[in-house]
């Protein structure tokens, strides 16, 4: 199987969920924190095929750790903004999806 086969496009994924590129493009992070649909790849709007899939035929079901540390890392980013120290994020070696997260657009072109 080759590498293309392991991942699947913004087009892909926006279609198997009904929905437009453009849409996915604004509302994945939602989904990722919401839902526990599965983060896209730090290359580019691709995502993988088998975390999508698996996602898909659960129901889009959250994913118990995925939402815990979300939690975490709210309740931490409140405190240090209500201790007067909040913190911007500008980028990460964690990859563009925290990037997207910190500066609340979401959409690359």
Do not use: C, Y
Request: proline residues 4%.
């Amino acid at each position: 199987m080759s590498l293309a086969h392991e991942t699947a496009t913004l087009e892909e994924v926006a279609a198997a969920l009904g929905r437009r590129p453009s849409w996915l493009k604004r509302h994945w992070i939602k989904l990722s924190r919401e839902e526990g649909f599965p983060r896209r790849l730090s290359t580019g709007w691709v995502w993988p095929r088998r975390a999508v899939e698996a996602w898909l035929r659960a129901g889009g079901r959250i994913e118990e750790g995925n939402v815990q540390a979300q939690k975490q890392l709210d309740a931490a980013l409140l405190e240090l903004e209500a201790a007067g120290k909040p913190l911007t994020v500008m980028a990460s070696h964690v990859g563009d999806d925290f990037n997207d997260l910190a500066n609340d657009e979401g959409e690359e072109e």
